[in-house]
């Protein structure tokens, strides 16, 4: 049980630092700007990123989050992962680069599996 618990908050930290934290300190940055854009999505897509990002992870990483609205969370930052690696293919071709969010992927894979393991009745 300790285990599973040091497992669930390390990965959940580090998503709630991946996925709330920088997108809130550095979501409307020139830089991010340009990588969003340069995907090939709207500009307005940057600020819906960050807001749905940043309540994701913060729904991960509460403890009195419904359960419900945790598992929307976790397949919401799953899609999010996804679906930055497919754009980045689309775009950029078959690089390196595109297995980068997949990293993310097993992150929040370890995390979602330790909570289920903690929370065994959800």
Do not use: Q
Not at 1 to 30: C, N
Not at 52 to 73: L, N, Y
Not at 81 to 102: E, N
Request: with cysteine; proline share 6%.
């Amino acid at each position: 049980m300790k285990k599973t618990k040091i497992i669930f908050w390390i990965s959940t930290g580090i998503l709630f630092l991946w996925e709330g934290v920088m997108p809130a300190l550095t979501g409307h940055s020139e830089m991010s700007i340009e990588g969003i854009t340069r995907l090939g999505y709207p500009l307005y897509f940057v600020t819906i990123l960050v807001v749905f990002k940043v309540f994701g992870s913060v729904a991960i990483i509460t403890p009195v989050t419904p359960p419900r609205i945790k598992e929307w969370a976790y397949f919401g930052l799953l899609l999010d992962f996804v679906c930055a690696s497919i754009s980045l293919w689309a775009v950029d071709g078959f690089s390196t680069m595109v297995f980068f969010p997949l990293i993310f992927v097993g992150i929040l894979a370890a995390s979602y599996i330790s909570y289920h393991k903690l929370n065994p009745a959800v």
